[in-house]
Each structure stands twice: as structure tokens, then as C-alpha cells.
């Protein structure tokens, strides 16, 4: 960890292009030539989308693009010195001094801590003043050197304050008397504290950070800050927070343990401004203290008060989808176990396990195996073993619409929304509403437990809203608009949408139509919205299937099969048929494909499709379209709702599952190679969010 930064990584007053992109791809090239990041190109796409997400201009000239790529094999700095500048996007002009700072994918923890150093030394007026006058490269290294702690020479500023300063308050602090009026609390400085994050953790973290430290230091006041960084963080003591008049976020991700600050009167910002104008921070917070309308910190997660600007800067939509999919994907686990559970029980049990499996659990035990009714292939043992595991996984799946709902809530309201979440759930249940009116009842456990967390509370109070008075005022209003007014339409529409699926499936051409429409959907996004929902969809309607009504078993294998087209698609194409046509990177996302293909993952192609949307997406989706078309026309049919090729004991007919996909996967290699070869490359685009390795 010597060189972090070598001379061949220093461009001094050369002309790199006018445009921040042509910066970033040079100081890329340095990177890649030293053979420190495999792929030059691919460094720099990761950098620029991170530009496009916030840019990384800052006052004083400086500028840090910056990324954690996998296309780097070692945690490194190139540096630019800049004649004339490049807008970089700062609200004082161009910047001259510009580092990419590039962090490997998996970066360890004491390469993070060397780079934070580097972003908290550009606060620094004279390490910025000496990069201007070094006179060659092995100046600029020796100066960046010191700065990050490498080398003999050490000049690292000193850190900003963290969970390890004395608590709020205590000896040391300034004088009331020297403290402006404006900044006092009940004739005292006022005590503040403060989070500060980015999108990677690197750079934007900690240089906000000591901006506000070093504001609260000239303010005369009592301000500790916790970075939370990618290299980790350290809490602040519960005393520190206890002790604190307001609160101040400047953060562009989701606070962690954001409950810790709860009823503390906020200011929210994004990370950037934290670095521009802390004290105009500082000075918000202090007047929230005596604001009884100053917005509060209710302990919100992702929705509503989700104390982070970045879920304040989303759009509606986007905030919309995440909440959704954090629902989803704390729903899977209750789908895949629960699944692969009746998959099991109908392959130890027979497929008429079902017509007795509660009876024979209740009535029969190891050492009194049924006598009657066997329809397991394996005898009286099989019957009961198959019962057993039927049963659990059916009451696994039962969980499914509460589950969905009661993540939804968390999401938006954090802990206190998951009681109410689960409660609506089951009603929408109950209430025959099916998984729309599971969704629906979420929203609104959700909001309302949100909206309860928000309103101000006597301190005798605070410790009891989210255990006790949430909950329950959440559950009785959430509930009790599904049953009175929202459950019954629902559950209208659920009915008309089955019964359209039904008579669709009781046709060929209906059976192909699904099946076309399941496969588009799930190889749209790749993990996305549109993708999650027709897995859901596949994955409720397996709750009412049976030896007689075995669509959704044909519908749960196209959505199965088709969700596997684009990983696998993307492997075969980019690691056999066509290997000049991908970048030594994609060649290891290939590999790692094969495996998340087979295993039902169709994040697996999301790599791809982030830099090369328009050509990876619409071959993804025709093969998906064939594969999901092919598997209704074979009458595939799948009893696990996971798994890939790892539950082909609950898949029948296998050969149709195979050929169905290899159909589609083929296909699909084939187009992207055409396009590719053909069709003018697009720029990078983002491709919809995906809940964690799900499907």
C-alpha cells in the first residue's frame, strides 16, 4: 500500500480534451496502462455514470470523479493538473486539479481508509496550493503521498470528529459568551450532530465531513459528525446523540440505523452541500431546535422521511419501485423455501398429496405411518414424509401477501410499519384480494404508520409510538379501509384478471399469448418492477393450484424458463460464440452468468445491460418471448416457483423445460452478436433497479 499514486499516473498541464468525459477516459488510460484496471473504457463508464448521478465539482477548483469499478485490480489515484480547466460541474467554474480516484469492486477496508484521507486533504488550502506549484510529476506523488499517509512523510489531516469524541457537552467546549446569539441553545452552544454519506463512500463522505466539523469549530459550537463510508463507520454513542439539540444529514444513501436519531429536529441535504455550505447547515439546525413545525427524524428507512436526500432527489416513480421491491424481496425467501417444500412433497408424496397431507401430519407420526389413501410412490413413509413437507411449505407460501405487504410498509416507515403491513396483508387475503390488494395494503399501512412517526410527541411518549401506538392506530386504519372500502373491488379485479387467465389457457393460441407476454416481461428489466411483477403474479397463483387447475404450474415454468434466457444468453455469447466482441471484463461476468443463469438469477445479465442497453435488451427479451412461448406449447409445468436447473425433480416434462430454453437462449445469443456487430452501440443507460439476487 505504497503506491497508491506512481508519476506514470500524473498528467501535468497536457491538454486532455475540454470535456470532463475526455478527462475521465485519460486519467482512465493512465490507470489501464499501468496495469492496474483491466479495461480502460470500462473504468471510465463506471466514473461517468457516477458523474451523471451527482456531479463531482467542488469549490476551489477541484474535481473527483470517482467509481469502485470491477474493471480494477488495484486501488489507485491518477491525477490532473488542468491548463486551462474543465467544467466539472462546481458553482465557482472549471476545475484545474482533477483526481479519478479508482476503487476495485471488492475494495478492502485499508484502501478505502487511504482514499478517504485523499478526499479529506482537498479541504486542506495548502496541499491544494502545492499541487499547483509542483514541478513534476514525482512532486505531485510525494505531495499526495504525505497527505494520504504513504511513504516516510505523513501530513494527513486530522481526522474529522467520529463516534470516539467526548460526549456532547462536556469540558472543553466554547464559551457561551463567544458563540453568536443565533448559534446558542437555552444560553449555551448549541450541540449538533451530524451524518454524512455518498453514493460510494469514498470521497464525497468525508470531505463533507470535515467541512462541517471544521464550520462547527469556527461557529464555537458543539458539532460531532459520523462518516459512513464504504470502509465501514463508527456509531455514535447513544449519549453523543442523546445530548443533541438537532440533527443534520447531508447524505446521498439511506442513513444507517436511522431510528438511533428519532424525534431530533432535522435538516436534510444532499452530500455535496455539506461540503459547500456547512454553516448555512449549521445555522438551519440550530434555528429547527425552537421550530415546532422544523421537520423531525422519525426513523423512516426508505419512504417518506427517509432522512436522505437520497430518497428526497428520487423521482416518485423511482421511489415508488424501490419501496415496492424491498416488499418483494424480503417476500422471496417465504417463496423459494416454501416452493421447493411442496415441490418436495409432491415428489415424496405423489401429486395427490395434497387431498389428505393435513389429515395425514395430525393423524400419523414416524412410528405410526398412514395405512390408507397412499398415493406416494414410495409407500406409507413417503406419504407421510411428502405430507410433512407439503405442509410446511403451503404454510410458507400462506405468508406470502402479508410478508409483501409488511416490507412494503417497512420500507416506507421503517420498523413501526411491518406490524400494520403484515395485518393489511392478511386481510387483503381474507378479503380474497390476492397479492394487488396486498400491495395496496402495504402503501397504506405504510404511509399512515409513516405519517404517525411524524407527528411531535411528548418525550414520556416517544418510546412507546413505534412499539405500541403505530401498530395499533396503523393496523385499525390500514385494515379497516381494506375490509370497508378497497378489499371487495380488489378482489373484484383479481377475480376478472384469473378469469381472463383461465379462459387464455383452456386455448392453444391463449397458452402461446401468455406465455409470449410472461417471457417479454421477465427479460424487460432483468429484476426490475415490470419483471418482479409477473414473477409475483407466478409465484401467488401457485397458492391455488391443484391436479385440476394446473395453469399456474405452466405459468410458473414460462416464467421460470424465460427469466433464465438473458444470463445464460450473455454467457454463451460472450464467453464461446463470440469472445472479441465483449471486453475482458464482460468475459468474467460471462463466467459468473452460467451459474446465475441456470440458478434462476437474472440479474446476472444486468452487467451487460448496463453499458449496452439498446442491444442487450431487446435480444434478451426476444428469447425470453420464444423460451416462454415454446414452454406452454410443451405444457411445461413447474412446482417449485426457484431454483433453475437445481429443482428439475418438480419440473415435467424436462425434456419440453430444456429445449424451451436452450430455444430461447440461442436466440437470443445469436441477435446480440448480430446487433453488436451491426448495429451502432448505444450510450449507457441505467437499467431499472433490481432487488438483491432474486430472480
Known amino acids: 500500500m505504497s503506491d497508491t499514486i506512481t508519476p506514470e499516473l500524473v498528467s501535468l498541464d497536457a491538454p486532455l480534451g475540454t470535456d470532463k468525459k475526455d478527462v475521465i477516459r485519460a486519467l482512465a488510460r493512465l490507470v489501464a496502462a499501468e496495469g492496474r484496471a483491466e479495461d480502460a473504457e470500462a473504468l471510465a ?18 474535481a473527483i470523479p470517482h467509481a469502485k469499478s470491477a474493471a480494477v485490480t488495484q486501488a489507485s489515484l491518477a491525477f490532473a493538473r488542468l491548463s486551462p480547466g474543465v467544467e466539472f460541474g462546481a458553482p465557482d467554474g472549471a476545475a484545474d486539479l482533477v ?4 476503487a476495485p469492486a471488492d475494495a478492502a477496508e485499508a484502501h478505502l481508509a487511504v482514499l478517504s484521507r485523499l478526499a479529506r486533504s482537498l479541504m486542506q488550502d495548502t496541499f491544494t496550493s502545492d499541487l499547483r506549484a509542483a514541478a513534476t510529476p514525482e512532486d505531485v506523488v510525494r505531495i499526495v503521498r504525505a497527505a494520504i499517509g504513504e511513504g516516510e512523510a505523513s501530513a494527513a489531516p486530522a481526522a474529522a470528529s467520529t463516534a470516539a469524541a467526548a460526549p456532547i457537552g462536556a469540558a472543553g467546549s466554547t464559551a457561551a459568551t463567544t458563540v453568536a446569539s443565533d448559534l446558542q441553545v437555552e444560553g449555551r452552544p448549541a450541540r449538533i450532530v451530524a451524518v454524512t454519506s455518498c453514493a460510494t463512500g469514498i ?35 447513544a449519549s453523543v446523540i442523546d445530548g443533541a439539540d438537532a ?18 429536529p432535522v435538516v436534510r441535504s444532499g452530500v455535496k452541500r455539506g461540503i459547500e455550505q456547512p454553516a448555512q447547515m449549521i445555522r438551519e439546525a440550530v434555528a429547527a431546535v425552537s421550530n415546532p413545525n422544523a421537520s423531525r427524524v422519525s426513523g423512516a428507512a426508505a419512504g417518506g422521511d427517509a432522512s436522505t436526500s437520497a430518497a428526497s432527489n428520487l423521482s416518485w416513480g423511482a421511489k415508488i419501485q424501490r419501496i415496492l421491491l424491498t416488499g418483494v424481496s424480503y417476500m422471496i425467501p417465504f417463496v423459494a423455501g416454501g416452493g421447493l417444500l411442496i415441490a418436495l412433497g409432491f415428489a415424496l408424496g405423489g401429486f395427490r398429496v395434497t387431498d389428505n397431507a393435513a389429515n395425514v401430519i395430525i393423524d400419523n407420526a414416524l412410528w405410526n405411518l398412514p395405512t390408507s389413501d397412499i398415493t406416494s410412490p414410495f409407500g406409507p413413509l413417503g406419504q407421510y414424509l411428502g405430507s410433512v413437507a407439503f405442509m410446511i411449505g403451503s404454510t410458507s407460501m400462506s405468508f406470502l401477501v402479508a410478508a409483501l405487504a409488511g416490507y412494503i410498509a417497512y420500507a416506507i416507515a421503517d420498523r413501526p410499519g411491518i406490524a400494520p403491513g403484515f395485518v393489511a396483508g392478511a386481510i387483503a387475503v381474507t378479503m380474497s384480494a390476492g397479492f394487488i390488494g396486498g400491495i395496496v395494503g402495504g402503501f397504506l399501512a405504510g404511509f399512515i404508520a409513516w405519517w404517525l412517526g411524524r407527528l411531535p410527541a411528548p418525550r414520556w411518549l416517544r418510546g412507546l409510538m413505534p412499539v405500541v401506538i403505530i401498530p395499533l392506530i396503523g393496523s385499525i386504519v390500514a385494515s379497516g379501509l381494506m375490509i370497508l372500502f378497497l378489499g371487495r373491488p380488489i378482489a373484484a379485479l383479481m377475480a376478472l ?37 409477473a414473477y409475483v403474479f407466478a409465484t401467488t397463483g401457485l397458492a391455488a393450484a391443484s391436479t385440476e387447475n394446473t395453469a399456474p404450474y405452466l405459468i410458473m415454468a414460462a416464467v421460470m424458463t424465460a427469466g433464465m434466457v438473458p444470463p445464460l444468453a450473455l454467457a454463451f455469447a460472450s464467453t464461446v460464440l463470440a469472445r472479441p466482441l465483449f471486453t475482458p471484463v464482460e468475459h468474467e461476468n460471462g463466467k459468473a452468468a452460467w451459474l446465475l443463469g441456470a440458478s434462476f438469477i437474472s440479474e446476472g445479465a444486468i452487467p451487460f445491460a448496463a453499458a449496452d442497453p439498446l442491444r442487450v435488451i431487446p435480444a434478451s427479451m426476444v428469447g425470453g418471448a420464444i423460451t416462454g412461448a415454446l414452454s406452454m406449447v ?24 430444456f429445449v424451451a430454453l436452450l430455444a430461447g437462449t440461442v436466440v437470443s445469443a445469436l441477435l446480440l452478436v448480430v446487433l453488436k456487430k451491426y448495429a451502432r452501440k448505444s450510450s449507457t443507460a441505467p437499467v431499472p433497479a433490481a432487488a438483491t439476487a432474486t430472480v
Open 634 to 657: 410443451f405444457g411445461v409445468q413447474s412446482f417449485a416457483p426457484h431454483g433453475g436447473i437445481f429443482v428439475l425433480f418438480a419440473i415435467n416434462p424436462v425434456w419440453g423445460f
Open 497 to 533: 384478471l384469473t378469469d381472463g387467465l383461465t379462459n387464455l389457457t383452456e386455448s392453444g393460441a391463449g397458452l402461446v399469448a401468455v406465455g409470449i407476454i410472461l417471457g417479454l416481461m421477465m427479460c424487460f428489466d432483468l429484476g426490475g418492477p415490470i419483471n418482479k411483477v
Open 45 to 62: 463508464a463506471d466514473a461517468i455514470a457516477r458523474e451523471e448521478k451527482d456531479e463531482t465539482g467542488l469549490p476551489g477548483g477541484i
Open 247 to 264: 440533527v443534520i444529514f447531508a447524505t446521498d444513501v439511506d442513513v444507517r440505523e436511522i431510528s438511533r436519531f428519532a424525534g431530533k
Open 99 to 102: 483526481f479519478l480516484i479508482a
Open 203 to 237: 470521497a464525497h463522505t468525508f470531505m463533507a465531513a470535515d467541512a462541517l466539523t471544521a464550520a462547527g469549530k469556527e461557529a464555537g459550537i458543539d458539532l460531532v459528525v459520523e462518516p459512513q463510508g464504504s470502509s465501514g463507520y463508527q456509531a455514535l454513542p
